[in-house]
Structures are given as structure tokens and as C-alpha cells.
């Protein structure tokens, strides 16, 4: 079983920037690719960013590609998610995900149905 527990989400205005994170209480932290998604109100939740168990390999939605950037830091079993030129159509409550061990590619990352564990989310307000 994995917890995961996201933190930083905020209003910022348009244009600012905001970085999330996501802390798993797995001790094999490493060995999960692992996910941003976020659901505006009203709408699905959608894929924004993934990155391989290996750290070495990302995917982005093309919404957010250029601004946003993930990375992790195994030794702290923590997810980050940098945003930056944040725009209102970004609002929207950000999970962090984790799928099964060893998982990769973008085909499998970006498909929620492929993540066993999720956050409880974070609230992320761009004010226009």
C-alpha cells in the first residue's frame, strides 16, 4: 500500500508560478513510474505529466508542455511538479499518482487507469 499526500497548490496569478509536490510513504518510491493528473470543475480528469521509475524519461500533455515540468527525488520519495507561466484554464485540482512497479512508456503513463495509488489533490487557482 502507497500513500501519497500532495502539498503547494495555491492561487497565483496568470503568467506566476507554483511548484506542487507529492510525498509517498513507499520505500520503494523508486521503483514507481509516477503521474500528475488534474480535473477542473465539471470536467475529466486528465493526464499533465509523467515520469519513469528510472527518472531519466518524462511525457506532458501538450497543454502543458514548455511550461510545466516533473521530476522526483527518490531519496525523499517525493514527486515535484513545477508550473510556470500559469494560465486560467490551468486551475483545476492537481493528484499525484503512482502505477504498478517498474511501469513505463508513454502509452501506459498517461492512461490513469494504469495508477493504483492517488493523492487526495491539491487546489491550483490562476487567477486571469
Known amino acids: 500500500q502507497v500513500q501519497l499526500v500532495e502539498s503547494g497548490g495555491g492561487l497565483v496569478q496568470a503568467g506566476g508560478s507554483l511548484r506542487v509536490s507529492c510525498v509517498a510513504s513507499a520505500s520503494t518510491f523508486s521503483t514507481y513510474g509516477m503521474g500528475w493528473f488534474r480535473q477542473a470543475s465539471g470536467k475529466e480528469r486528465e493526464f499533465v505529466a509523467a515520469?519513469?521509475?528510472?527518472?531519466?524519461?518524462?511525457y506532458y500533455s501538450d497543454s502543458v508542455k514548455g511550461r510545466f515540468t516533473i521530476s522526483r527525488d527518490n531519496a525523499k520519495s517525493t514527486l515535484y511538479l513545477q508550473m510556470n507561466s500559469l494560465k486560467p484554464e490551468d486551475t483545476a485540482v492537481y493528484y499525484c499518482?503512482?502505477?504498478?512497479?517498474?511501469?513505463?512508456?508513454?502509452?501506459?503513463?498517461?492512461?490513469?487507469?494504469?495508477?493504483?495509488?492517488w493523492g487526495q489533490g491539491t487546489q491550483v487557482t490562476v487567477s486571469s
Open positions: 515520469i519513469a521509475w528510472t527518472g531519466g524519461t518524462t
Open positions: 499518482a503512482a502505477s504498478r512497479p517498474y511501469l513505463t512508456g508513454r502509452y501506459y503513463l498517461s492512461r490513469s487507469e494504469q495508477y493504483d495509488y
